[in-house]
């Protein structure tokens, strides 16, 4: 497989997964982080996967970023868009800081690392662009307004582009995991990962970055070619959107 992949967040979480899923299927993988060096180094020495820090909210570095990756690797076929944060809050509390962080990283890093491989895939006839949305973008969830809010602006920007890159066999597609083993949801307080969140999980436990790295895994193949402009959803049951 001759194939470049880069995944933004890829250096950890559910994003480390879906890299070393990929490599494992015989993808050329280039994985971005934010900022996070230590982290980077340990996954770039166990897994030999090359590391590119960049901020995907800023256009210009992703730019450049994505091509010194097709300098060094090739044209980036396959772009995971999985780079993600929180930062929450009830609304009457939450700040416009707090606001354009989360939809900088998590809605406008998606104009901003697909445009630059765009007229590429166009040119060469194929492309694959998988988002990794979240559970909360379907349903809402409070205390994360702009989270909700950003994750569901992730699944109209999916549709949206897969009806334009159809014709070029581009697809597009998102995943909406419900809550994963990572760092992010291991912020948020035992006591409300036991007694609330937990419980409301059907199959009873947290899922594993594994699970979404092998959905990751499926819809960038050619044998998911017919799909496109669908949403995955992987939550243990949590929601079942129609
Ligand atoms: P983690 O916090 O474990 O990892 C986030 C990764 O994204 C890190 O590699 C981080 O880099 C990188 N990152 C964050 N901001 C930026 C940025 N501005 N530019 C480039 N890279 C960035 O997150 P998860 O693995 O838990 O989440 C991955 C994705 O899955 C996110 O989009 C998240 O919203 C989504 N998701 C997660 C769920 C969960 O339960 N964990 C549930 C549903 C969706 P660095 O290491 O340098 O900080």
């Known amino acids: 497989m ?80 999985n780079a993600g944060i929180t930062r929450d809050g009830m609304f009457h509390k939450l700040t416009p800081e707090q606001w354009n962080e989360v939809i900088g990283t998590n809605l406008t890093g998606l104009f901003n690392m697909t445009h630059p491989v765009w007229s590429g895939m166009r040119d060469r006839s194929f492309g694959r662009v998988i988002n990794i949305s979240s559970i909360n973008g379907q349903k809402g969830q409070m205390g994360q307004v702009n989270y909700s809010a950003a994750k569901a602006g992730d699944l109209g920007f999916t549709k949206a582009l897969a009806q334009e890159g159809a014709a070029k066999n581009i697809t597009v597609n998102a995943i909406c995991p419900g809550y994963i083993a990572t760092e992010m949801v291991r912020a948020v307080p035992e006591k409300v990962l036991n007694e609330r969140i937990i419980p409301q999980i059907p199959v009873g436990r947290l899922g594993e970055p594994e699970e979404i790295a092998r959905c990751v895994v499926f819809l960038a193949s050619d044998e998911a070619g017919f799909i496109t402009g669908s949403t995955l959803t992987a939550n243990g049951g949590q929601f079942m959107a129609g």
Do not use: M, Q
């Open 2 to 81: 001759d194939r470049v992949a880069l995944v933004s967040g890829g250096t950890r979480g559910i994003g480390a997964a879906i890299s070393v899923a990929l490599k494992a299927a015989g993808y050329r993988v280039a994985a971005n982080f934010a900022g996070n060096e230590e982290k980077a180094k340990a996954f770039h020495d166990e897994t030999g996967i090359p590391v590119f820090k960049w901020d995907v909210s800023d256009y210009h570095a992703c730019v450049e970023g994505i091509a010194e990756i097709e300098t060094a690797l090739g044209p980036v076929e396959i772009l995971v868009n």
